[in-house]
Nanobody
Framework: QEQLVESGGGLVQAGGSLRLSCAAS????????MGWYRRAPGKQRELVAR???????NYADSVKGRFTISRDNAKNTVYLQMNSLKPEDTAVYYC???????????WGQGTQVTVSS
């Protein structure tokens, strides 16, 4: 079954840290970009961070210097280390991957991150 499985969300106080993980099932191969998006209540989904198969990264301005994306290609897993969390980081975070010759999009089920003030 082709799927992305996320873990690591939860409730944390402002200033705290969380680490999200997302593992692609073995039937997803030749993965290009992997990334994290989020959707806050009443807002549109936005890109948080993305990493290429070669390790190049880009971040939303709002998380630069606080979040770090990384990936383990051998495990088909992407991570998002989130430090100095703010209440405005509260959202459902979704893992995304593009794979195969057609750059097919895959999405995780979403994991809730709540930052209390």
């Amino acid at each position: 079954q082709e799927q992305l499985v996320e873990s690591g969300g939860g409730l944390v106080q402002a200033g705290g840290s969380l680490r999200l993980s997302c593992a692609a099932s073995g039937s997803i191969y030749n993965i290009h970009h992997m990334g994290w998006y989020r959707r806050a209540p009443g807002k549109q989904r936005e890109l948080v961070a993305r990493i290429t198969s070669g390790g190049s990264t880009n971040y939303a301005d709002s998380v630069k210097g606080r979040f770090t994306i990384s990936r383990d290609n051998a495990k088909n897993t992407v991570y998002l280390q989130m430090n100095s969390l703010k209440p405005e980081d509260t959202a459902v975070y979704y893992c995304n991957a593009n794979a195969g010759l057609s750059w097919r999009d895959y999405w995780g089920q979403g994991t809730q991150v709540t930052v209390s003030s």
